[in-house]
T-cell receptor, first 112, second 114 residues
Framework: GNSVTQMEGPVTLSEEAFLTINCTYTATGYPSLFWYVQYPGEGLQLLLK?????DKGSNKGFEATYRKETTSFHLEKGSVQVSDSAVYFC???????????FGTGTRLTIIP | AAGVIQSPRHLIKEKRETATLKCYPIPRHDTVYWYQQGPGQDPQFLISFYEKMQSDKGSIPDRFSAQQFSDYHSELNMSSLELGDSALYFC?????????????FGEGSWLTVV
């Protein structure tokens, strides 16, 4: 089945630093790709998505581009804030249905 | 906009007891999913329903069962609870089974088994 490999954490950055969280995938066909975020003590929230190759998803200053050539969907943000501290999950649906497979999650901590 | 509603938000049960979690999907969404997230783990798919019929099954223990009702709400029943069942249980919903539609998650139900 489809799978994702996500950059392991934890990641600690200073405020205003540049962020990259790597995600690569293995998939049948070209599924949509997602980044979900889980803030401390909260549920999963959709951060952004891309539905086809070369699409760029963006939200709250975060971006990720669906790269078919490198089978990647890396998450980036130019200047992180303390409020970005959370766990970030890369995810994609299984072929033929919408059941999501998640990466292992990357815990991000931003220090002032 | 309406989101996925889960209840209860927190639940404490003793070993061998039974727990029931409820989920109300986003209106007009036809697919409901249940996921289990253990401490420090990524969410693991348990089971899904499409138009009130079970559509897929993941790593759901035999002690667990779920169903979707005529009003599309879903319930996850967990019996003979074990300490290892302590986790955050997410319900999610989407509009269709195919086509890359986004899955929206509820805030989760925290189950603690003591």
């Amino acid at each position: 089945g489809n799978s994702v490999t996500q950059m392991e954490g934890p990641v600690t950055l200073s405020e205003e630093a540049f962020l990259t969280i790597n995600c690569t995938y293995t998939a049948t066909g070209y599924p949509s790709l997602f980044w979900y975020v889980q803030y401390p003590g909260e549920g999963l929230q959709l951060l952004l998505k891309a539905t086809k190759a070369d699409d760029k998803g963006s939200n709250k200053g975060f971006e990720a581009t669906y790269r078919k050539e490198t089978t990647s969907f890396h998450l980036e943000k130019g200047s992180v804030q303390v409020s970005d501290s959370a766990v970030y999950f890369c995810a994609l649906p299984n072929f033929g249905n919408e059941k999501l497979t998640f990466g292992t999650g990357t815990r991000l901590t931003i220090i002032p | 906009a309406a989101g996925v509603i889960q209840s209860p938000r927190h639940l404490i049960k003793e070993k061998r007891e039974t727990a029931t979690l409820k989920c109300y999907p986003i209106p007009r969404h036809d697919t409901v999913y249940w996921y289990q997230q253990g401490p420090g783990q990524d969410p693991q798919f348990l089971i899904s329903f499409y138009e009130k019929m079970q559509s897929d099954k993941g790593s759901i223990p035999d002690r667990f069962s779920a169903q979707q009702f005529s009003d599309y709400h879903s319930e996850l029943n967990m019996s003979s609870l074990e300490l290892g069942d302590s986790a955050l249980y997410f319900c999610a919903s989407s509009l269709s089974r195919t086509g890359g539609n986004t899955i929206y998650f509820g805030e989760g139900s925290w189950l603690t088994v003591v």
